[in-house]
């Protein structure tokens, strides 16, 4: 489902993020992509959302080249994904309600319709009681766990999750991984971002390793 094939991207100041990077994520898995802050692991996501597009190799979503998605094939392409940026990317002068429909308010879905599965959204990321929340005034942890709930309201294909846990103390931390896992369980491939290696260990979970740009291990615990 997921294919990165001889990936590198050289930044416009000539550093490499990545470097030959390949592996895939199949349809239906749960895979974590981990390494070290500066190992690579947004550019790599970034890609495969094509916010950026590799310098050499090629990024396969189903088949489709991401670099090559314009107007109708990069709609396609965003629409079968739920994204949780690292910097969550909220309209944050909006409430968390309308922040967590917008995906199912531009597939056309009624703002009644969409209220309601807001709601149960919230729910699941314990966000409950928050819909009329105005997001600029949130915690760092809240924030993310908006994301989270923007990410998985229209049951995307594919959620990529950029360290959907990295402003959460422990136990909220794992809790985010029990939803991202039911996500999975439900039918959606997870590919997730995490600099904690811990968190990789103790689910046991599949995962690709990153270092310096380059993949140096793949495996499970
Ligand atoms: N726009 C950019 N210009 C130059 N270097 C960048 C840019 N974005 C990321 N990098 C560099 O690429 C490397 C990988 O970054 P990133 O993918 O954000 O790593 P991670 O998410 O694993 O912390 C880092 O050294 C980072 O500084
Ligand atoms: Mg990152």
């Known amino acids: 489902?997921?294919?990165?094939?001889?990936?590198?991207?050289?930044?416009?100041?000539?550093?490499?993020?990545?470097?030959?990077?390949?592996?895939?994520?199949e349809a239906g898995q749960f895979v974590f992509l981990t390494g070290e802050s500066g190992a690579g692991k947004s550019t790599v996501l970034r890609m495969i959302?094509?916010?950026?597009?590799?310098?050499?190799?090629?990024?396969?979503?189903?088949?489709?080249?991401?670099?090559?998605?314009?107007?109708?094939s990069l709609t396609a392409l965003r629409r079968k994904i739920g994204m949780v940026f690292q910097?969550?990317?909220?309209?944050f002068d909006r409430s968390v309600a309308e922040n967590v429909a917008l995906p199912l308010i531009v597939r056309g879905v009624d703002k009644r319709a969409a209220a309601g599965q807001v709601d149960s959204c919230l729910e699941r990321v314990g966000l409950s009681g928050y819909q009329n929340r105005v997001c600029c005034s949130l915690s760092g942890g809240e924030k993310q766990r908006v994301a989270l709930a923007r990410a998985l309201i229209s049951k995307p294909d594919i959620i990529l999750a950029d360290e959907p846990t990295g402003n959460l103390d422990?136990?909220?931390?794992?809790?985010?991984?029990?939803?991202?896992?039911?996500?999975?369980?439900?039918?959606?491939?997870?590919?997730m971002a995490t600099h904690d290696l811990y968190l990789v260990q103790s689910t046991r979970l599949p995962f690709v390793r990153l270092r310096g740009g380059r993949k140096v291990e793949e495996g499970n615990f």
Do not use: C
């Open 1 to 25: 489902m997921i294919q990165v094939l001889s990936v590198s991207k050289r930044y416009e100041d000539g550093y490499y993020g990545l470097r030959d990077v390949t592996f895939k994520v």
């Open 49 to 72: 959302y094509r916010a950026e597009r590799p310098t050499s190799g090629t990024v396969l979503v189903d088949g489709v080249d991401t670099a090559a998605a314009h107007g109708n």
């Open 87 to 91: 910097d969550y990317m909220l309209l």
């Open 170 to 191: 422990l136990s909220n931390g794992e809790k985010i991984v029990e939803v991202l896992r039911d996500a999975n369980r439900g039918g959606s491939t997870v590919f």
